[in-house]
């Protein structure tokens, strides 16, 4: 990020008030003067000081979003609203990301950070994350469904998957409401696994990501920062 943008995040007041602080040789890097307001600077890499004083490294953020159909799961995108658009901009904050990915069209739970190494860890299959969701298919999900989840559903081009748990809800030849617990995120794999049983999926919402539950009074399209406690539960996953 630019020295400048930085101490202006860090609250050293506008870009204006920025440069003349950079200029009036206050700024260094890593014991280096800074000269430049467009140097490209790292707080959590590279020690700054302003004033002899150490600037200290931003902490991160933690949202939980209540994510709505036709927003992506990405940073960034040229055709579509992603879930980072939707953070206001004064929460923004230099590499937020979504930690893994829900379908354009499917609602519910996203974790969003600028910890990088987190999303990696979260997603890593040795941690196992469980994560449920709400499904509702086109046609009857009968006794025997259950069992074939659990067996490790095998897709048409021999992906086979863990075994997953499923709860039938509601169950009828126009629609079937069912809650699915699955261990991994292999691409389209809800849908991919109701497709193998012979139903589609008509609607698709994740509810809970490992410790993490969708607050059902967070509106869509909302999030909120993560508590106190919910943030010591990522700890476990940064050791
Ligand atoms: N499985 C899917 O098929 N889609 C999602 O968005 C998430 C899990």
Known sequence: MRLDKLLGQAGYGSRNQVKKLIRSRQVYV???????????????????????KELEHAPEVYYLMNKPS??????KDK???TVIDLIRPEDQ???LYPV???DRDTEGLVLITNNGPLGFAMLHPRYHVAKIYYVEVNDVLGPDAPAFFESGVVFEDGTICKPAQLEILSSASDKS???ITISEGKFHQVKKMFLAYGVKVTY??????????LDEKLPRGSYRPLTEEEKSI???YLN
């Open 234 to 236: 990522l700890k476990r």
């Open 79 to 81: 055709e579509h609203q």
């Open 204 to 213: 698709l919402k994740r509810i809970s990501f490992g410790d993490f539950v």
């Open 70 to 75: 036709g927003v992506v799961s990405a940073r």
């Open 177 to 179: 409401c069912a809650q």
């Open 30 to 52: 890593d014991g280096v003067l800074a000269e430049q307001d467009n140097l490209n600077v790292d707080a959590s890499l590279q020690t700054i000081t302003v004033s002899g």
């Open 93 to 95: 904050r230099e590499g």
């Open 100 to 102: 893994g990915r829900l």
